[in-house]
């Protein structure tokens, strides 16, 4: 796999992987049919693209690809453990299409354009945001603990004790509060990666419901405890692990969906995501879904975790790192109404169809709020345009906890020029997006939820 990461240029060469075979494809890339999109696999797995481009499953196209094999993946590569004086030595290996906003931690999101292909986003391409090195964790002997306020006693359950409570899948869209961090930076310098419009991705994610677990372990419906904490196995250097807790109320509405998940769009989860479990809230901000998931707590506070405490919270465009006072502000848990266009990129030539520019973006709330309309605008808000809805997902009436995909072929007067494109959502509760991040600035650069404005060239 390192031979192959090493070819992913015209002018190195250009391998792929497809299940352990390797294929030199370097000779193919200017013939392929879909243009240059295949260099974004360059390096790595086809595989995650043939599931967004589903033409490419045909024996056909195995039958071609035999041509350019040179090899296998070794087999013994994959249980050769990594450099262990570094504690990011044994990392997972990850998609080059992912763009790492930083490695150590590993940070990354995927080209925006790949978002609007597919409703679901394959694991490979979905973004990651880890704090902490990922932890290495054994299937076999993993163990989730269990205590606290209300429960009869503290409990270790297997994954296979896990398995075997009722199956239960939900589709949800998992968005960190930092996403389009760089546009409100551009307002003001703030503190963290600097994520573009790609740190959301919408998956099925299959498990237990914690509701199901609670009741089954003899939480009442009148239980003192008024938060659930999550802690995963993942730790800092003083042996501090990621926490973060989430209200009562959302952990035992039957309806709100929280999964102890250990499937992702039908697969185990990958390493990235969480292997072997972790804890999917559906309609709350991405912190609080936690990841290798190891211990439960029921309690009367939230978690004291630092990123519980001093970090993913909202505060005013006029507090700054002097007088900031974290216990101010709550943590973030629904997060608001958003929107982004994902097609055409900042800065694209778009061609004029017929009068028109397409446009092709995401959409979304928190809260399992649905999303009702987005409006697009060419010519800075003067006349906005209803985008179609083009994939929603309704399959938890009420809650529309998956994010909606929308398309826009939108009028313009001019016949080339430079212009901007505007995008706003509005939710079931008729809240709509902030036109400006001037006025919803903060230090962390948390919640960046204002219009969506580019700038294209048209001809
Ligand atoms: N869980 C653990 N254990 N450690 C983490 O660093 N990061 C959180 C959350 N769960 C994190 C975690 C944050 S901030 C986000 S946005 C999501 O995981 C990202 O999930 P993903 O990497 O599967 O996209
Ligand atoms: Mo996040």
């Known amino acids: 796999m390192k031979d192959v990461s090493e070819h992913s240029s015209r002018e190195k060469g250009v391998w792929v992987t497809y299940g352990r075979g390797v294929y030199d494809i370097t000779h193919f890339v200017g013939k392929h049919p879909g243009g240059d999109k295949i260099m974004m696999a360059a390096g790595g797995s086809v595989e995650p693209f043939w599931t967004l481009y589903g033409v490419h499953k045909k024996p056909e196209i195995l039958a071609m690809m035999e041509a350019y094999r040179i090899g296998n993946i070794d087999e013994v590569e994959a249980v050769t453990p990594g450099d262990l004086s570094d504690p990011y030595g044994n990392e997972p290996r990850r998609h080059p299409a992912l763009r790492p906003s930083s490695e150590k931690p590993y940070n990354a999101e995927p080209p925006p354009e790949l978002l609007v292909e597919s409703f679901i986003t394959p694991q490979e391409l979905f973004y990651v945001r880890n704090h902490l090195p ?7 002997t993993y163990e989730l603990e269990i205590s606290g306020l ?5 409990l270790k359950l297997s994954l296979k004790d896990l398995k075997k409570f009722p199956k239960h899948t939900v589709t949800a869209a998992v968005q960190c509060a930092g996403n389009r961090r760089s546009e409100m ?10 994520w573009g419009h790609a740190a959301i991705g919408n998956a099925t994610w299959t498990g237990v419901k914690l509701c199901d677990l609670l009741k089954h372990l003899g939480l009442k419906d009148d239980t003192t405890a008024l938060h659930v904490q999550f802690e995963g196995l993942d730790t800092d250097v003083s042996n501090t692990p990621y926490g973060a807790s989430i209200p009562i109320e959302k952990a035992m509405d ?25 804890a999917i809230v559906p309609g709350v ?9 190891g ?11 630092h990123w519980q405490q001093n970090d993913y919270k909202g505060f005013s465009p006029g507090v700054d ?18 929107s982004a266009i994902c097609t055409p990129a900042e800065g694209e030539k778009v061609k004029i169809v017929n009068g028109k520019i397409d446009v092709k973006g995401y959409a979304w709330s928190g809260g399992g709020r649905k999303i009702i309309r987005i409006d697009v605008s060419c010519d800075r808000g003067a006349t906005w345009h209803t985008a179609q809805l083009t994939d929603q997902n309704s399959d938890r009436h009420p809650h529309h906890w998956a994010w909606s995909l929308w398309s826009a072929q939108i009028p313009v007067s001019v016949k080339k020029g430079q212009m901007e494109v505007w995008v706003k959502a509005v939710d079931s509760s008729y809240n709509t997006q902030p036109e400006d991040f001037k006025h919803i600035w903060n230090l962390r650069g948390v919640l960046g939820n204002a219009y969506h404005k580019i700038k294209v060239s048209v001809y």
């Open 185 to 194: 930076t551009k307002v003001k310098p703030v503190k963290g990666l600097n």
């Open 150 to 154: 209300g429960l009869k006693k503290d």
């Open 285 to 293: 901000v991405g912190a609080r879904n936690v990841k290798w998931l």
């Open 134 to 140: 990922v932890p290495e964790v054994d299937a076999e």
């Open 295 to 305: 211990r439960i707590v029921l309690s009367k506070d939230e978690s004291d975790s």
């Open 321 to 338: 790192w002097d007088t900031v006072d974290f216990k101010t502000s709550p943590a973030i848990q629904e997060l608001p109404v958003v």
């Open 254 to 278: 039957p309806r709100g969906d929280v999964l102890l998940a250990y499937e992702m769009n039908g697969e185990p989860l990958s390493r990235d995501h969480g292997f072997p479990v972790r």
